[in-house]
């Protein structure tokens, strides 16, 4: 499995920035993909999730961020609008399998570098 991040930049507050996470070996449609955040000195942070039927998101980014999934490119996206300077930070694409009944593998992105100036 492997995850390919891209996207991230620099961006003035208010604005906006599409992250994608194209996967190779593995079903986006089918497999749930989160988008996690991470700043330094601080664990990383579960910003969103699509599953097969939803999608969620912590609350700091509900309404300004939209994640989506294009099954023919097998690619997932986070579309960031409304950018603040607190959600500057490394974004990675992360997705898991159940490699038995109680256990999980997880697969990460390289991680894309996203910065919001104020």
């Known amino acids: 499995v492997q995850l390919q991040a891209s996207g991230g930049g620099l961006v003035q507050a208010g604005g906006s920035l599409r992250l994608s996470c194209a996967a190779s070996r593995i079903d986006v449609a089918r497999n749930a993909m989160n988008w996690y955040r991470q700043v330094p000195g601080k664990p990383r942070e579960l910003v969103a999730t699509?599953?097969?039927?939803?999608?969620n998101y912590t609350e700091s980014v509900r309404g300004r961020f939209t994640a989506s999934r294009d099954n023919a490119k097998n690619t997932v996206y986070l579309q960031m609008n409304s950018l603040k300077p607190e959600d500057t930070g490394v974004y990675y694409c992360?997705?898991?399998?159940?490699?038995?009944?109680?256990?999980?593998?997880?697969?990460w992105g390289q991680g894309t570098l996203v910065t919001v100036s104020s």
């Open positions: 699509i599953s097969r039927t939803s999608t």
């Open positions: 992360h997705t898991y399998i159940f490699t038995s009944w109680t256990s999980t593998r997880d697969y």
